[in-house]
């Protein structure tokens, strides 16, 4: 098992956002998570990266428990994640954005590092924008560029939070064919969306999060199908 | 280099290799009174580059770095005056004296963050001045001066004594600058300016923040302990008030660094050259000195966080000092 959830909690003051959640992924597999607004999912990721501690429970990647473990470490050890709201380096040109990420989040040196952002840039298309500062991109470019940075670690567990918001339907198939480009057999991905015909085409499972907990999970058509999916989060938000 | 686009990109660099050329004939060019004023510029600028890495970039917002300047004075003294050392070797010595003492003052600095991390700074640097005053070999809560033997070691004649410490500041801010140059261009120096940019955005591509900050603590102190060392000769004496002055090394490092620039190369440079003219041109030097340069930063940080080179670089094509890893390669 890739990444090994167990009962993890998280509150912020007295909001409990996770509760005694768990969830297994396994390499190979596109993980998708959709749940309402404020459910917990950036939350969740939060945890698994290493930016908040959580409350109660364990983390397991590749059955070594990082509970503990600094973010920079478990980015070492092969988790890659965007942020949903854009992290850019600002003053770096964008080239600069996924090298920091290639040379420290990789292990490589500058050498090695340079050729790991170029291509990654080729991948995500962004290869013209390279020169340009980070903080001058459009959102949709910023997303990106989350996208490559994350994908600059060697990530063996790629954690994607809200990358195709705002995005028009062929720009989501090219972002999926990127995704799917990038996936090696051993690489899992994670990936966070509230538009489910995106995840729908590319999720291998759907976990659907709700009141801290996963609610439903399984192939995507059946927990879609789900009446308690429908009710809770199909019907209330009305997609 | 000069290769750019720019014409004012080559224009500034041209300014700034012209500043450099200056720095180096100096001694030839100017009286006496103008090398004890570069010299102090000089000093100020390494204590300058020094804050400016560790706040501009590793997030280490220090308010206690007059610490090692004083620690670096002392230890000078100590190895010049009372071991008898001679003062080349002794002002390197200060220099390691600075970094094995960064070494406790870190372990004790590192475990806070933000707000406290400064007070805790501070709170080390007075304990570490206390302490000063309590050596009597050092002429306890006083001080005491340089004695002559020492200063005969750097020349028979005062006049060439200037010279002499001017050439050891000078060989001193060349190497703060440049190595720190070096440093931002290496493959640590761009988890830097991550750093700088966005602290969590860093650690989430795997720079480690800790061991990043540690390495900035590591590399000012012994600078600052040479820094120390060298105002001493100029001084001639130390105590605990002078050697350890917040207000000398730290208060206006701050000032300086934050109206020319935090978080660049540049900026520090151009902040502690407003400085000296601020210094030069305005008469009544002292406590107006302090709060015009106060007054100041607090403009310059409401208007552009980046300081005056913020707002220069806005209008040129890249930096003065190439740090990048884009385009070509300087
Ligand atoms: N650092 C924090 N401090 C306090 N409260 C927080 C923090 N982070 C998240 N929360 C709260 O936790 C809840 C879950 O937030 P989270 O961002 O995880 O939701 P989400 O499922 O990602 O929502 P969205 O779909 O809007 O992105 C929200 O009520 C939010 O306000
Ligand atoms: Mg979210």
Not at chain 1, 17 to 33: A, H, K, M, T
Not at chain 2, 122 to 138: R, Y
Request: proline share 4%; charged share 15%; with cysteine.
């Amino acid at each position: 098992m890739l990444l090994e959830v167990a009962g993890l909690s998280r509150s912020f003051g007295r909001l409990r956002v996770i509760e005694d959640l768990s969830l297994s992924v396994q390499p190979g597999e596109v993980l998708g998570i959709i749940g309402p607004n404020g459910a917990g999912k950036s939350t969740l990721f939060n945890l698994i990266a290493g930016v908040l501690p959580p409350t109660a429970g364990t983390i397991r990647l590749s059955g070594r428990d990082i509970t503990g473990l600094p973010p920079w470490d478990r980015c070492r050890l092969g988790i890659g994640r965007t942020y949903q709201v854009p992290r850019p380096f600002a003053h770096m040109s964008v080239f600069e954005n996924v090298l920091v990420a290639a040379v420290h989040g990789s292990r490589a040196s500058l050498r090695q590092g340079r050729r790991r952002a170029e291509a990654v840039l080729a991948l995500a298309g962004l290869a013209a924008q390279q020169a340009r500062t980070a903080g001058a991109l459009t959102l949709l470019d910023l997303k990106r560029l989350e996208l490559c940075k994350a994908l600059a670690v060697a990530p063996k567990l790629l954690l994607l939070d809200e990358i195709a918001g705002g995005l028009t339907e062929p720009e989501c198939a090219t972002l999926i064919g990127i995704v799917r480009r990038a996936q090696t057999p051993d690489m899992a991905v994670v990936w966070i969306e509230h538009v489910v015909q995106t995840l729908r085409r590319i999720a291998t499972r759907l976990a659907v999060l709700h009141d801290g907990g996963v609610l439903a999970e399984g192939a995507p058509d059946a927990v879609l199908a789900n009446s308690r999916v429908q009710d809770v989060y199909l019907g209330t938000e009305g997609r | 280099m000069l290769r750019s686009q720019s014409p004012r990109v080559v224009a500034g660099r041209a300014v700034l290799v012209a500043g450099m050329l200056m720095l180096a004939v100096a001694p030839w060019v100017f009286g006496l009174g103008t090398i004890s004023v570069l010299t102090e510029f000089l000093t100020m600028l390494v204590l300058a580059l020094m804050w400016n890495l560790l706040a501009g970039y590793a997030d280490v917002v220090t308010v206690g770095q007059h610490a090692f300047v004083g620690i670096g004075a002392y230890a000078f003294y100590g190895f010049a005056a009372l071991a008898q050392i001679r003062p080349p070797a002794a002002i390197l010595l200060a220099g390691l004296v600075a970094l094995a003492l960064a070494l406790p003052a870190m372990a004790i600095v590192f475990r806070l963050r933000a707000m406290y991390l400064a007070i805790g700074t501070w709170v080390v640097a007075e304990l570490f001045m206390l302490v000063a005053g309590k050596l009597s070999a050092f002429g306890g809560g006083s001080g005491v001066s340089l004695p002559l033997p020492v200063l005969r070691a750097l020349g028979a004649r005062p006049a060439e004594r200037f010279i002499v410490v001017y050439w050891l500041a000078l060989v001193l801010a060349a190497t703060a600058f440049f190595s720190t140059w070096l440093l931002l261009r290496s493959r640590v120096g761009i988890g830097l300016m991550a750093m700088r940019d966005n602290e969590e955005g860093a650690g989430a591509v795997g720079v480690d923040l800790v061991r990043a900050r540690m390495l900035c603590f590591l590399w000012t102190a012994p600078f600052l302990g040479l820094a120390g060392a060298i105002a001493t000769l100029q001084k001639l004496r130390i105590s605990p008030a002078a050697s350890f002055s917040i207000i000398d090394y730290t208060v206006f490092v701050i000032f300086n660094v934050v109206i020319g620039g935090v978080g660049s190369l540049e900026g520090p440079v151009l902040g502690t050259i407003l400085f000296f003219v601020l210094r030069e041109y305005l008469s009544d030097f002292g406590t107006w000195h302090l709060m015009l340069l106060g007054a100041l930063s607090i403009a310059v940080i409401l208007i552009e966080p980046r300081g005056l080179w913020g707002l220069i670089r806005r209008r040129l094509a890249r930096d003065l000092v190439p740090v990048s890893h884009h385009g070509s390669r300087l």
